[in-house]
């Protein structure tokens, strides 16, 4: 049995900057950074039972390995395994425990791997019937017989690790570490190494702590779930449990420091913005298109609602689904790419925009005039408003899924986002609100399809757009997107029928 109460670890990692000043300043004074791998951890693992160990990278599973296998000392709590301390007791414990580490090898690298069979048979003194009943069981069952006579160095990965496992089973141990087991391995292999550990749980009663971030693995082989994150562990429990669990606690405040600043930045950047023009105003009122109010009006808009109209926000997860050919999980689902896609870039967009706006425009609500966010005087300024934004934010959202299956034709998305980000971020007034350009340039962007974006519905709303130009401008938006809408699809299809995903 395993118990394991309170248990912490702490690390001291040096920290120095680059250069041949900052080593010889280490030299006489280091920086020093407490890393806490393990915080309060408790848990009890009964004999005879398999149970997944997972969590993120540096979240502290191979940390509580070591610690478990005597190799480590915690710096504090209590730790008994079969009676044991682990580290106190290690040459008594470690004859009742193997080991597998996906990282690091027990095999001798020069060697066949039935040399270090025998060496590890000495080691452990193990008896020579119970030996050879052994090896030719985790032979059998692991296909090892034409890898025997073969140097450890000279083994695909796969191979090895088929090995490693056999090399810890030698003296049939009462507990089985497994850090990373099927790490290479291909489907077949995995498959038969799991088959293999449920059979000498079955058989032996051998007690199995398995990490691994390979989630098939902890469904084919754990009853039971531990789940870990930054030291501290976060879930007991079954899959089940583990798939209904969110551990956001972890989260909730990088999230809520992440938002903060993101709003501060905005209310920052659209007060230098507004008295920036206000200077330019002072100067020569009579010069300008737009009343200074209708232009804060806009810059506020802007601001709260920068993740709906912002054509940069991009989501590299869809890039990289592409390039990596992950994006055939995707099409292994009944719907459509094209529609999943466009609801899922629609439903991030309109998720942080509503968790910031609120903030940004009650902020700027509050601010004396002409400073602040003015509200329309009617009811049919609200309505056009409400329905341009509509039409413009599913215009961004179909343009930017024809930037995404522009991908699957160029392979590389880094151009296109570069080009796109920069023209689009001017066209669709963005940097400079589009009345403010020349007379006959801004007719022609004004014809163009980012501006169905931001600048239809913030000038609603400010009063600066209304009349004949109103509906034009809505009618010119229902037009583009529809165009985008149709290319967008168009390309999909063209893409699919074309698609060639690369490896296993």
């Not at 890898?147 to 141990?173: F, K, Y």
Request: a neutral charge; glycine letters at 8%.
């Amino acid at each position: 049995m395993i118990q394991v109460e309170h248990m912490n670890k702490t690390f001291k990692v040096s920290r120095r900057s680059a250069g041949f000043s900052e080593a010889l300043k280490a030299l006489f004074h280091r920086e020093v950074e407490i890393i806490h791998a393990l915080y309060d951890i408790s848990f009890t693992i009964g004999d005879g039972e398999m149970v997944g160990y997972i969590g993120p990278n540096g979240a502290g599973k191979s940390s509580t390995i070591k610690i478990l296998s005597g190799i480590l000392t915690p710096d504090n709590g209590t730790c008994l395994i079969n009676g044991r301390i682990p580290w106190k007791e290690r040459r008594e414990h470690v004859k009742d425990i193997g080991v597998v580490f996906g990282q690091r090898s027990q095999l001798w690298w020069d060697v066949p791997i039935l040399d270090s069979f025998e060496l590890l048979r000495d080691i452990y003194e193990i008896p020579t019937n119970q030996y050879q009943e052994t090896f030719d069981e985790l032979t059998g069952l692991l296909s090892l017989g034409e890898l025997l006579r073969t140097p450890a160095r000279q083994l695909s990965l796969g191979q090895r690790m088929r090995c490693e496992i056999a090399a810890s089973l030698l003296h049939r141990p009462k507990i089985l570490f497994l850090d990373e087991p099927t790490i290479g391995l291909d489907a077949v292999s995995k498959l038969a190494v799991r088959d293999f550990i449920r059979k000498q749980n079955r058989k032996h009663k051998t007690t199995v702590l398995l990490t691994t971030h390979d989630m098939q693995d902890i469904d084919a082989l754990a009853d039971r779930v531990l789940l870990i994150g930054r030291g501290r562990l976060l879930l007991d429990g079954t899959l089940s449990d583990l798939k209904s669990h969110r551990p956001r606690e972890e989260a909730t405040l990088d999230e809520i420091i992440a938002a903060l600043s993101g709003m501060v930045t905005q209310f920052v950047w659209g007060t230098m913005e507004i008295l920036l023009f206000r200077a330019f105003y002072e100067a020569a009122p009579e010069s300008f298109p737009m009343e200074f109010q209708a232009l804060s009006t806009y810059i506020w808009l802007q601001q709260a609602f920068l993740a709906l109209y912002m054509t940069w926000f991009w989501e590299a997860e869809l890039f990289q689904s592409i390039t990596t050919g992950n994006v055939a999980y995707e099409l292994c689902r009944p719907v459509r790419l094209y529609h999943m896609w466009f609801t899922r870039s629609l439903a991030v967009r309109l998720s942080k925009a509503v968790l910031r706006c609120m903030p940004i425009l009650l902020f700027a609500r509050l601010l004396p005039a002409p400073y602040g966010l003015a509200l329309p005087g009617n009811i049919h300024t609200w309505f056009f408003t409400l329905l341009s934004m509509i039409l413009g934010l599913l215009f961004v959202v179909a343009f930017g899924m024809v930037v995404y299956m522009s991908v699957f034709y160029t392979i590389s998305s880094q151009g296109i986002k570069l080009i796109v980000t920069s023209l689009s971020e001017f066209l669709s007034g963005a940097v400079i609100p589009l009345p403010f350009l020349p007379d006959g340039i801004r007719e022609f962007v004004n014809f163009l399809p980012f501006a169905s974006a931001q600048n239809v519905p913030f000038r609603i709303f400010g009063g600066d757009l209304k009349g004949y130009d109103m509906y034009a401008s809505l009618l010119g938006q229902v037009f583009w997107l529809s165009v985008f809408l149709v290319i967008g699809q168009v390309m999909e299809r063209g893409a699919l029928k074309r698609l060639v995903i690369q490896g296993g």
